[in-house]
């Protein structure tokens, strides 16, 4: 007889409500912009009951970093798939996807890495360990759509998709902004697309 999967708890359902919105607030405002009162008022719980869940904010915004990182990876390659069955390499997919207007202007639900890159190396060791390994995810991505012999160059164009990202979302989501995307994008694949 095959046993019932367990429907989670009302504890377990609160803990991922409260990873949750603390995934979009750390894109939206930044690790330093954001207090565990906010986070818990969001999630509709009060801030008493934040300790009964994390040990720490650090703890929290590790958990954050991780979901952040795994609900975007998730977008992405669902994008990817239908992109890629249309006939698109995977590094086409990944650099339009990446560098697209949606992207520019959806800071909440798009890459940690490009969010927050600036602070994680001034984050607590739990925290920054958590931030180094949504960075060498992002990296690999790259590094799994492009050949063997060009697997190197996985580093460089992450570094260019995360900078003209955070680039274009000073100048706004507006013309200029979207200019700054257009011409990375177009140079990324006139350099790499070949290779891949």
Known sequence: MASKQ??????????????EVASRAIRRAGYDGVGVADIMKE????????????????ALLAEAVTRAGRDSAA????????????????LR?????????????????????????SEMPRQPPELLAASTLRVRSLIERVKQALPTAQQAQAPVIVSTLVGALQLARVLGANAEGRALLATTRESLLAQYEVLA
């Open 6 to 19: 367990n429907p989670a708890s009302k504890r377990e359902l609160t803990h991922e409500r409260i990873v």
């Open 43 to 58: 999630a509709g719980l009060t801030h008493g009951g934040f300790y009964a869940h994390f040990e720490s904010r650090s």
């Open 75 to 90: 977008t992405v390659a669902e994008r990817m798939q239908v992109r890629q069955a249309r006939g698109q390499s995977g």
């Open 93 to 117: 997919a990944i650099i339009e996807i990446y560098l697209s207007d949606a992207h520019l202007s959806g800071i909440e639900q798009g890459c940690p890495v490009a969010a927050l890159s």
